[in-house]
């Protein structure tokens, strides 16, 4: 077997596994009740509002809830209320297939319109860059890597916002949420993967190591 053959099956393995590993763990989250994804949230924007306080000061990008994930709205909506200096709501929007996300202010009543993936976004308004984002998991481990749904879009978008911040001005915060059962022992990450600051369950907060 040649050198280049032996790199693609590699591949080919890394990928088939973390299809794999995507779909038996969006599997297993879809097995959960609405009362127990409702308790394990209410846990989880507990941690956030106590562990990271200064979310409720600057631009935070959240995701609308989809599939069982981890419904932060009524944390943002707290952090709305409270009307911190600073602060902002963002969701990501998909500008186009293969390039990062872009982001708008989001309240409750802001126009909503479903993108391309059935998820609900603000129809209109200027694009804003965040300082932080809480991102979604479907599987986690313990170096902070994360695994999505496989189109790449937040890594991108992690990439971009890395090396295009502006001097003086930190890198974004890169938070993953999601319940405790995403947890696995590697992700097997791939050479563009980032690794996430910390990691936030129903159970606590895990920071990379």
């Known amino acids: 077997m040649s ?3 032996s790199l693609e099956n590699t591949a080919e393995a ?3 596994y973390r299809r794999s590993l995507r779909r ?3 599997e297993r989250r879809l ?3 609405k009362e127990e994804c409702a308790h394990f ?3 989880l924007c507990r941690h956030l509002r106590e562990n990271f306080a200064q979310l409720a000061t600057m631009r935070v990008a959240f995701c609308w809830p989809m599939h069982n994930e981890a419904d932060l709205r009524p944390l943002i909506e707290e952090w709305k209320r409270a009307g911190s200096e600073g602060f902002d709501a963002l969701l990501p929007v998909v500008i186009a297939e293969n390039t990062p996300l872009a982001f708008r202010s989001w309240s409750p009543g802001t126009p909503m319109t479903v993108d391309r993936y059935g998820i609900p976004t603000p129809s209109n308004g200027d694009f804003v860059t965040p300082d932080a984002l809480l991102l979604p998991v479907n599987a986690f481990d313990a170096a902070g890597y994360r695994l999505g749904y496989g189109g790449g879009y937040f890594d991108r978008t992690l990439a971009q916002l890395n090396s295009s911040h502006q ?3 930190e890198r974004p915060l890169a938070i993953g949420v999601g319940f405790e059962l995403a947890r696995v022992d590697s992700i097997r990450p791939e050479a563009h993967d980032l690794p996430l600051d910390a ?3 129903e159970t606590g907060v895990y920071f990379s190591q």
């Open 3 to 5: 050198v280049e053959t």
């Open 14 to 16: 890394r990928l088939a």
């Open 24 to 26: 038996r763990q969006i």
């Open 31 to 33: 097995s959960l009740s």
């Open 41 to 43: 949230s209410a846990r």
């Open 167 to 169: 001097p003086n001005h």
């Open 199 to 201: 990691v936030v369950t």
